[in-house]
């Protein structure tokens, strides 16, 4: 059983190694960015599953439609990612990569805090 245990852990890891690798590594840009597309998914659970409050779903209740075409953007956004440091390959840089990434981490930021806004949460009138 000790060896299923570690060709798992190996697969895994290299699993791991090969997609940081193609989104142009493991850095606190992409870090934040999935942590922030995480946080904005599962508010965006809450807002519509607890207070059914959703701008999303008629009812403004959880709807796996809804809930499918948000996996969607975020797995668009990782694309983009993806298309960024491809760019920067052949260009030599690393600026598209991390505008990219910056740009989508605040675009996440604001989606939070509309999650939030929804949920009652007091936000600021400037946000």
Not at 43 to 51: E, K, W
Not at 54 to 81: I, Q, Y
Not at 102 to 114: G, M, Q, R, V, W
Not at 118 to 126: A, C, F, K, T
Request: hydrophobic letters at 50%; charged letters at 15%; one cysteine or more.
């Amino acid at each position: 059983m000790a060896n299923w245990k570690v060709v798992l852990c190996t697969a895994l890891g290299c699993a791991g190694s090969l997609i940081a690798r193609a989104f142009g590594g493991w850095d606190a840009g992409l870090m934040t960015l999935i942590a922030f597309m995480a946080a904005d998914y599962i508010s965006g659970m809450i807002v519509a599953g607890v207070f059914h409050s959703s701008d999303k779903t008629a009812s403004g209740g959880l709807e796996s439609r809804a809930g499918w075409k948000g996996l969607c953007r975020k797995g668009t956004t990782l694309c983009m990612v993806l298309v960024a440091q491809r760019l920067d390959m052949v260009m030599g840089t690393s600026v598209v990569r991390d505008a990219v990434v910056i740009a989508y981490i605040c675009n996440e930021a604001i989606s939070i805090t509309e999650n939030a806004a929804l949920m009652g949460v007091p936000v600021p009138e400037r946000l």
